[in-house]
């Protein structure tokens, strides 16, 4: 079946520290989202991207769509500690509209 | 008040019970999904459905049913709770397309 394959698992890094992780596929997607998971509540939509080679920014995030249509990578410069969460990588499942496959998630942690 | 309410925040119930996890939204959204969430495993489709009389199984169905009473309204239910169903369950709302909305989960624990 469907799967999103993210990386790293997790990160531990210094404030200040450029963070970069990514999400491969293994079948053709027509778009790609990333969400953040805050401690104790749900994650919350950060980014959407809907076409091959698409570079979108939300303030200090940045993710691309990769040209393969089966990738995606999000950047975020200068961390601050509330960049802490989990980051989902996620994209449309099974073929229909609307429902979405979620990678595993890359869990940042942020040293002050 | 959020958007979309999960009741209860926390529920610990004994295997072998029925329970039922409820889901409201004030987003108007017509679509309704249930996930379930499981430390390094990210979020599991368990159910979906795109308008009151729309109920679809997603990845994980096995063990769950829901009833969507209103288009508000989305509830999973578990009918005999086992202890491998200990999880974050997260209801979500979309108008369209991927867009959703997180309720703030519910932690079950079944012992």
């Known amino acids: 079946g469907q799967q999103l394959n993210q990386s790293p698992q997790s990160m531990f890094i210094q404030e200040g520290e450029d963070v970069s992780m990514n999400c491969t596929s293994s079948s053709i997607f027509n778009t790609w989202l990333w969400y953040k998971q805050d401690p104790g509540e749900g994650p919350v939509l950060l980014i959407a991207l809907y076409k091959a080679g698409e570079l979108t920014s939300n303030g200090r995030l940045t993710a691309q769509f990769g040209i393969t249509r089966k990738d995606s990578f999000l950047n975020i410069s200068a961390s601050i500690p509330s960049d802490v969460g989990i980051y989902f990588c996620?994209?449309?499942?099974?073929?229909?509209?609307?429902?979405?496959?979620f990678g595993k998630g890359t869990k940042l942690s942020v040293k002050p | 008040d959020a958007d979309v309410t999960q009741t209860p925040r926390n529920r610990i119930t004994k295997t072998g019970k029925r329970i039922m996890l409820e889901c409201s939204q004030t987003?108007?959204?017509?679509?309704m999904y249930w996930y379930r969430q499981d430390p390094g495993l990210g979020l599991r489709l368990i159910y979906y459905?795109?308008?009151?009389?729309?109920?679809n199984k997603g990845e994980i169905s096995d063990g769950y049913s829901v009833s969507r009473q209103a288009q508000a309204k989305f509830s999973l239910s578990l009918e005999s709770a086992i202890p491998n169903q200990t999880a974050l369950y997260f209801c979500a709302t979309s108008i369209s397309g991927y867009g959703y909305t997180f309720g703030s989960g519910t932690r079950l624990t079944v012992v």
């Open positions: 987003k108007g959204h017509d679509r």
């Open positions: 996620a994209g449309p499942y099974g073929g229909s509209q609307g429902n979405l496959i």
């Open positions: 459905s795109f308008d009151v009389k729309d109920i």
